[in-house]
């Protein structure tokens, strides 16, 4: 099976070749070391933990990982591997200092897995958020390391498609040691497909217990300094956006001047992906002209540009950076979170709720079902109802943000209780170092 599997993944790269070719930026980036070849990594006899992060929300929720299991395990070291370019871009800026090595994961062939983990030599393989690599994972368990599964989730959506290779996918399974989940469903999905029972664990989500730290504090007074944001004109975030959202959003904030009582809000579009940056902000320049504008006098800037005194008065700016959007949640007064208006099914909503922000969302939101679900029940959430055209998006975004804007009650009391949620389920990263401990030893 893991024969036929190194075919079909081969196949797979050849036909992805002409992507990597045009894209290179994005998916070149750490070409080299992903075949297996790393920087020099020497061994002093500490044993090695290596914790897997795909790309920058994994590489977020691992933060109070990281201290915890520093703070457990002092005489291991902590390298951490990333598969994504701006995964790897956060990881080595928020790890500096922690862990031993920040490296791309290798492709899951048997000569470049076999490369990293001998030059690496793990005695544990942590793997966030269920990254099931098959032949790394046989791998790993082949040359001795113990392999668990730390704040895993497991959607619906996700199930479907291993459940199509359920007999393979078991025969991986079982080279998996202990699976810390983040809730019931995901653990019976996954055991459903083939982990022993024994083998799961429910121990919430550690982005429950992340917290803005000094650094973030920092950049976001920069932030604040730079653009001026004080108060006097209001904020709305639209965070991890996804083609086409930005054009829904623009329409919606644009309506918003003749409407509210005061000055006109600032907007803060924050993409998804690095590699849309450019054309987001070609979008914002030529909105003005599009029919559907009802405020073409609007001016923007973007965070790379260099800082002018105009940037104070800016009315849109688009943060066009990796590994900040975390600092700026606090510097709004609406944040809705993007990937949502589309079948993506959302991103999450923890990281604004960190900061104690109203949130609001799109319709869709499959891959965070759970956590959404949860933040309605306690009045924590707007969610958007689902409509059939896009002009009803806009009007029900524009919508949904003049009440908040002429309600400062209800945008108090959706912060409040975000807040509140956040407190109830922190407790993860706990829970998740005592399981580890009892584990590595």
Not at 3 to 27: C, D, G, N
Not at 170 to 196: E, F, P
Not at 401 to 419: G, S, V, W, Y
Request: hydrophobic letters at 40%.
């Amino acid at each position: 099976m893991y024969f036929i599997y190194s075919i079909l993944l081969s196949a797979a790269f050849v036909l992805m070749l002409p992507l990597f070719l045009v894209r290179r930026e994005k998916y070149a980036a750490g070409f080299k070391q992903r075949l297996g070849n790393y920087p020099e990594f020497k061994h002093d006899g500490r044993k090695v933990i290596w914790l897997h992060c795909v790309s920058v929300g994994e590489a977020n929720a691992a933060r109070p990982l990281v201290d915890g299991l520093l703070s457990e395990f002092p005489g291991h070291r902590v390298v951490i591997s990333t598969t994504t370019k701006t995964g790897q871009e956060l990881a080595g800026k928020i790890f500096a200092g922690k862990a031993d090595a920040v490296f791309y994961f290798p492709f899951d062939w048997k000569f470049s897995v076999r490369r990293a983990l001998n030059h690496f030599k793990p005695s544990a393989v942590l793997l966030m958020e269920t990254e099931i690599w098959p032949r790394f994972i046989h791998e790993a368990k082949l040359a001795g390391a113990k392999i668990a599964v730390v704040n895993g989730r497991l959607s619906e959506r996700s199930f479907g498609r291993y459940r199509k290779v359920r007999g393979f996918l078991k025969r991986v399974l079982s080279n998996i040691d202990l699976a810390l989940m983040q809730g019931g469903d995901d653990a019976n999905r996954l055991i459903s497909l083939g982990l022993a029972a024994a083998k799961a664990k429910v121990t919430g989500n550690l982005k429950y217990d992340l917290r803005i730290g000094p650094d973030e504090s920092q950049f976001a007074d920069v932030f604040k300094g730079r653009f001026g944001i004080d108060g006097r004109r209001r904020v709305i975030l639209a965070a991890s956006t996804h083609e086409p959202e930005e054009k829904w959003i623009l329409d919606a904030f644009a309506s918003l001047g003749s409407a509210i009582g005061g000055p006109h809000p600032r907007l803060i579009i924050a993409p998804r992906h690095p590699e849309r940056f450019k054309r987001v902000e070609e979008l914002i320049d030529a909105f003005r002209y599009d029919g559907d504008c009802e405020w073409p006098d609007y001016t923007y800037t973007t965070r790379s540009s260099a800082p002018a005194d105009l940037d104070k008065d800016r009315d849109i700016i688009l943060l066009d950076s990796v590994g900040e959007l975390r600092a700026v949640y606090s510097l709004a007064d609406i944040v809705f979170v993007g990937g949502s208006l589309i079948p993506h099914g959302g991103q999450s909503v923890l990281e604004p709720a960190v900061s104690g922000r109203p949130i609001v969302t799109g319709p869709y939101t499959h891959n965070f079902k759970a956590i959404t679900e949860g933040f309605l029940s306690e009045n924590a959430l707007v969610r958007l109802p689902e409509v059939p055209d896009e002009f009803q998006k806009s009007e029900r975004l524009y919508e949904v943000f003049l009440e908040l804007l002429e309600n400062p009650e209800r945008r108090n009391e959706l912060a409040r209780n975000a807040r509140a949620v956040m407190e109830a389920n922190r407790g993860a990263t706990a829970k998740t170092v005592e399981l580890l401990r009892h584990f590595l030893n």
